[in-house]
């Protein structure tokens, strides 16, 4: 069974300074990985993936993201931390599963705090 | 483009009570998924249509959970009868991929809160 993994329920980081949550899987096959960022009383954003090709993806909101496939993890980062990148994290996993179609785990989330 | 609708916004409910979530997903968008997301928890995928077709509800509580997407648009998830722990965030989202397109993202609406008393 395909699972992801948020290590760190909360991260903190002063504003201006480089940032990172993590994100390590665990799939059958060649996965296909996501980070959604959720507002306050609002819905999951689409920020990133990684299908294939280069390991370093580039998002919205300057958010990039580094596959490593012998680490399986998926780290978001952001060189330049902003107090209005403070929310919630998610990490996303979509690969086949038995019965042929794509299923999506989601991790547990991870709260950004970024300190002015 | 207009996003993912859904409603209402909010429900408060007492246990063994009846109810009933609604989504419009973005138009076009033949994938349409309902997650239930408990509080410090990651979404929890309950059921997934293709078109109007369900291709996942492996997680979904099917004695008391039901949902359907006639004509491959609007969805509804229902809950009867309702208990303390399905209080939750539902959300909706909608993907344009089909079986064979397996690289989309989600849309998600902005979610339904619902509280059991």
């Known amino acids: 069974a395909q699972s992801v993994a948020q290590p760190e329920d909360q991260v903190n980081v002063a504003e201006g300074n480089p940032l990172t949550v993590k994100c390590t899987y665990s799939v059958s096959g060649n996965p296909y990985l996501f980070w959604y960022v959720q507002y306050p009383n609002r819905g999951l954003q689409f920020l990133l993936k990684?299908?294939?090709?280069?390991?370093l993806v580039k998002g919205s909101y300057g958010f990039e993201a580094e596959f490593n496939k012998s680490q399986t993890s998926f780290h978001l980062k952001k060189p330049s931390a902003l107090v209005s990148d403070s929310a919630l994290y998610f990490c996303a996993v979509r690969a086949p599963n038995s019965g042929g179609y794509q299923k999506v785990t989601f991790g547990t989330g991870t709260k950004l705090q970024v300190i002015p | 483009e207009a996003g993912v609708a859904q409603s209402p916004r909010y429900k408060i409910i007492e246990k063994r009570q009846s109810v009933a979530f609604w989504c419009n997903p973005i138009s076009g968008h033949a994938t349409l998924y309902w997650y239930q997301q408990i509080l410090g928890q990651g979404p929890k995928l309950l059921i997934q249509?293709?078109?109007?077709?369900?291709?996942?509800d492996s997680q979904l509580p099917k004695d008391r959970f039901s949902a359907e997407r006639l004509k491959g648009v609007d969805s509804t998830l229902k809950i009867q009868p309702a208990k303390l722990e399905d209080s939750a965030v539902y959300l909706c989202?909608?993907?344009?991929?089909?079986?064979?397109?397996?690289?989309?993202?989600?849309?998600f609406g902005p979610g339904t809160r619902l509280t059991v008393l």
């Open positions: 249509f293709q078109n109007n077709g369900v291709v996942d």
């Open positions: 990684y299908i294939t090709g280069d390991n």
């Open positions: 989202a909608s993907s344009s991929g089909g079986l064979s397109l397996r690289y989309n993202e989600q849309f």
